[in-house]
């Protein structure tokens, strides 16, 4: 079982930056690719971002690209997003997800593939 915990999220002006975090319990992400989604009021959950078991690989949604940076620690007990320039419609719950050792990498934007769920941080982008 792993517990994740997300961390990082607050209210920030137009254009501001935030660096949420990720962290297992319990056992480390090693084994895991690591996926963040987001939920804005009254729309869908959507994926944002993913890296990989080694971090060598990384995948973006188009309008996160250039802003957003997802990584890894060496230790592989956390994920962070770096999300830079800031705009009013990226206010959402962020949530990060793992999925397990075998599961496809191809299928890092379906949120299905994603065996555990941290509870969401809220990240507010104020104009």
């Known amino acids: 079982q792993v517990q994740l915990v997300e961390a990082g999220g607050e209210v920030v002006q137009v254009g501001g930056s935030l660096r949420l975090s990720c962290t297992a319990s319990?056992?480390?992400?090693?084994?895991?690719?690591v996926g963040w989604f987001r939920q804005a009021p009254g729309k869908v959950r959507e994926f944002v971002a993913a890296i990989s078991w080694s971090g060598g690989s990384t995948y973006y949604v188009d309008y996160v690209k250039g802003r957003f940076t997802i990584s890894r620690d060496n230790a592989k007990t956390t994920v962070s997003l770096q999300m830079n320039s800031l705009k009013p419609e990226d206010t959402a719950v962020y949530y990060c997800a793992a999925a397990s050792w075998g599961k496809s990498w191809n299928r890092m934007r379906d949120s299905t593939a994603y065996d555990y769920w941290g509870q969401g941080t809220q990240v507010t982008v104020s104009s």
């Open positions: 319990g056992r480390t992400l090693s084994n895991y690719y």
